[in-house]
């Protein structure tokens, strides 16, 4: 395991196309449930929460990412099937829960805000970096395993993502407006 981290760290082209061919699944959800367990960390480290708590929350996390990387991966592998670019949905999610080990990252942000007294805009502003680095890191491996431009797989992730990101986007403009509705009803 150590020397697969390793590789994955020096961002091997063969070791990346391998874990789409081989789909490695198990690296994936290693990386899965170290980003679920560094998530519920980073969110109840300044209110705090009991050890049973704390593992409900990781396990809803993990089950959480799992179903967003099984979706993801299932829509940008469509795209990138019709650019005829050869690969495989599940070394593709493996990939993605590959790029969840960058959440480890988290830790290190709320113990040091914490440590320097930092607000809730600083730690946002650490939850958004942290977020920016993962999106990168997951377009550097999908670009080298599947051995296409960084671009391409910007554009495919990002046409991916639009659609669900303009329904949720819908969906909360909908409740503000049911909201806003209900509370000028009852006046």
Do not use: W
Not at 53 to 60: D, E, G, K, P
């Amino acid at each position: 395991m150590g020397e697969n981290i390793l590789k994955l760290l020096n961002m091997q082209t063969d070791f990346l196309a391998g874990a789409v061919r081989d789909r490695r699944l198990g690296l994936g959800m290693a990386g899965y449930g170290t980003g679920a367990f560094a998530f519920t960390f980073f969110i109840n480290f300044s209110s705090g929460c009991g050890v049973f708590s704390f593992i409900m929350q990781t396990l809803m996390y993990f089950i959480l990412f799992v179903f967003a990387g099984l979706l993801f991966a299932a829509v940008t592998q469509m795209f990138l099937d019709l650019t005829s670019k050869t690969g495989n949905a599940p070394g593709l999610f493996a990939l993605v829960g590959i790029s969840e080990f960058t959440k480890i990252l988290l830790i290190a942000g709320v113990l040091i805000s914490a440590a320097a007294g930092a607000n809730t805009v600083v730690t946002a502003m650490i939850f958004t970096v942290v977020f920016i680095c993962q999106i990168i890191f997951m377009i550097n491996l999908v670009a080298r395993a599947y051995n296409m431009p960084a671009g391409a797989v910007f554009f495919s992730m990002t046409l991916t993502i639009m659609p669900a990101l303009f329904a949720a986007v819908l969906l909360i403009c909908a409740g503000i407006a049911a909201l806003v509705a209900l509370i000028f009803g009852l006046m």
